[in-house]
Nanobody
């Protein structure tokens, strides 16, 4: 049974950093394309970064250069290092796995975590 559990959220001031982690069970993170999404109140779920099975990555322009996605095959986690955080980064952050289609379309991911809150104060 596949399960994804996020951790590492919290509150930081503008310009701060956070590292999110998504612990996967039921499969090896290297075997599936995985991604980080976020959703702010009243907004659609937005894809931020994707880590493919071939070690390649892809980022949305809004986070490129500030966020880094990576897979830890030893600990079987998907991580998201976030730097230079802005108030507009405030949202619930979700880990997703098993892409079937376009990378930024959230219904194309089969498995989801429960989410973790990130709040950036101005």
């Amino acid at each position: 049974q596949v399960q994804l559990v996020e951790s590492g959220g919290g509150s930081v001031p503008t310009g701060g950093s956070l590292r999110l982690s998504c612990a996967a069970s039921g499969y090896s993170v290297g075997s599936k394309t995985m991604a980080w999404f976020r959703q702010a109140p009243g907004k659609e779920r937005e894809g931020l970064a994707v880590a493919f099975t071939n070690t390649g990555t892809s980022y949305r322009d809004s986070v490129k250069g500030r966020f880094t996605i990576s897979k830890d095959n030893t600990n079987n986690t998907l991580d998201l290092q976030m730097a230079s955080l802005k108030p507009e980064d405030t949202a619930m952050y979700y880990c997703a796995a098993d892409l079937r289609g376009l990378r930024w379309f959230f219904p194309n991911y089969r498995y989801w975590g429960q989410g973790v809150q990130v709040t950036v104060s101005s």
